[in-house]
């Protein structure tokens, strides 16, 4: 199981979320009490968390194992999440990174891929700065 930390319901207190659709709220003195539940679609396998629509607030990615997708779920600010249409990225995506990859300070998603046990290709997908919106004419492959 895959989780990150941030600042979800932007209290100033770190929060973590899982891939398998938990969230939990830091209260600042290292402990964490349940928060909402969010969708995480099926076979959760790693989570990233970036502001990938640009409108201030953190967002997720979970790669799903057994698949070939990731979801996109949009934060709030307050700790909720909207769920995207699945991104089909290549099978069995098993690591991700968002970060700006082509310098037009919009946050970009990066998938590495895998297929019985082997490497697969790493493909981005550039988001718009509405939120990772799949793949297609945007998405770049590597290796």
Known sequence: MSLVAGDFNEDG????????????LGNGAGSFTAGPDFPPGIYPRVVATGGLDGDGHLDLAIA??????????????QGGFAARPMAVVGKYPFALVIADLNGDAIPDLLVSTT???????????????????????????FG
């Not at 981005?124 to 004419?137: E, F, H």
């Open 13 to 24: 207190k770190l929060d973590l979320a899982t891939c398998a659709a938990s969230l939990l």
């Open 64 to 77: 799903k194992d057994g698949t070939d997708g990731v979801t996109v779920l949009l934060g709030d600010g």
């Open 115 to 141: 297929f019985n046990g082997a490497s697969g290709p790493m493909g981005s997908i550039c988001s718009s700065g509405s939120g990772v919106a799949g793949s297609g004419p945007r998405s770049r492959y």
